[in-house]
């Protein structure tokens, strides 16, 4: 049961990494779009 539940843990840890991971990926996108309208307009 312990081991269930370490696993888990783990399995919960990385799948939130994932998910920062693609916020993090989203948000610099957005950022590296602002910035290129705002030098061109």
């Known amino acids: 049961m312990n081991t269930f ?5 783990v399995y919960f840890k990385a799948v939130n990494s994932k998910i ?5 990926r989203t948000f ?6 602002f910035i290129l ?3 061109y307009t």
């Open 5 to 9: 539940i370490y696993n888990f843990h």
């Open 37 to 39: 309208k705002y030098i």
């Open 28 to 33: 610099v996108r957005y950022i590296k779009v």
């Open 20 to 24: 920062i991971y693609k916020i993090l």
